[in-house]
């Protein structure tokens, strides 16, 4: 049982948006940073989203960020086959005084 | 561009000792001012945090594994290493290495390619 929570999976046609939540606590998203990972298979995450908003070099706009609260929320937009992956996401836990992730969610595009 | 690379055995016997070594090129480990990562991910499964070190040899560890990890730091090679204990066929594992951003020590960026890592006998 992860600390963070994640839809198992999402799906959405190709050009359109999708969402992925990820839900946690006051110890954990609450009170720190979010980053979010790709992971297509066979290959190691890739860092999409840190700093809860911010895009590394090279990473499309299409990727976008977001916190609320205890949540955290991935923004994928104009969708493509190439977006079919596992998405992850991470942050501190202060309170385990432990990195923690998410369980994973599995990005269909129809 | 910071690189890492996991080299260690594939296979490990029951009850004995994994050991793993992420080798850092492109960057010095003892001039970051962040904490080097290990991760892992049981096959099928998701991301599993396993502890992460400081050039100074400071370290954290996930609870669930902490009794059996020792995660430690060679900074004359530009090298941390992975220990667990007593493995159970339960680690059996794509073991990662990874390290934040210069600029953010709250995410991982720089991944190695992974390492799989199978407990049998």
Known sequence: QSVLTQPPSVSAAPGQKVTISCSGGSSNIGNNYVSWYQQLPGTAPKL???????????IPDRFSGSKSGTSATLG???L???DEADYYCGTWDSS???RVFGGGTKLTVL | QLQLRESGPGLVKPSETLSL???VSGGSISSTNYYWGWIRQPPGKGLEWIGSIYYSGSTYYNPSLKSRVTISVDTSRNQFSLKLSSVTAADTAVYYCASPRPDSSSCYHYWGQGTLVTVSS
Not at chain 1, 48 to 58: A, E, F, T
């Open chain 1, 80 to 82: 493509q086959t190439g």
């Open chain 1, 96 to 98: 385990l005084s432990a």
């Open chain 1, 76 to 78: 994928i937009t104009g």
């Open chain 2, 21 to 23: 070594t992420c080798t």
């Open chain 1, 48 to 58: 999409l989203i840190y700093d809860n908003n911010k895009r590394p070099s090279g």
